[in-house]
Nanobody, 123 residues
Framework: QVQLVESGGGLVQAGGSLRLSCAAS????????MGWFRQAPGKEREFVAA????????TYADSVKGRFTISRDNAKITVYLQMNSLKPEDTAVYYC????????????????WGQGTQVTVSS
């Protein structure tokens, strides 16, 4: 059974940092692109960041550029999201996702979703 399991969410003050992790299991995701989305209360789910299968290609939403960094460890089949300089507007449930190509992740055409992890940034 395919699983994406996120961890690392929590409560942090504005200006602080968190690192999210997403561990994949159930099939070989080493050749898959992976990414992060988020959904704030009352809003639609939005794209945050994505990374190609080799880690050589990354893309970010404008709202997080320069503050968030996505990376992956294919030996552990895990993708990370380092979030720095957090703002209250970053508060959301963050979801890990995967697809066969980077452009599919960016476009939201995802094969698998994680269950989400809550990130709350206080002002």
């Amino acid at each position: 059974q395919v699983q994406l399991v996120e961890s690392g969410g929590g409560l942090v003050q504005a200006g602080g940092s968190l690192r999210l992790s997403c561990a994949a299991s159930g099939r070989t995701f080493r050749s898959y692109a992976m990414g992060w989305f988020r959904q704030a209360p009352g809003k639609e789910r939005e794209f945050v960041a994505a990374i190609g299968w080799s880690g050589g290609s990354t893309t970010y939403a404008d709202s997080v550029k320069g503050r968030f960094t996505i990376s992956r460890d294919n030996a552990k089949i895990t993708v990370y999201l380092q979030m720095n300089s957090l703002k209250p507007e970053d508060t959301a449930v963050y979801y890990c996702a995967t697809a066969t190509a980077l452009y599919l992740v960016v476009g939201g055409t995802v094969d698998y979703w994680g269950q989400g992890t809550q990130v709350t940034v206080s002002s």
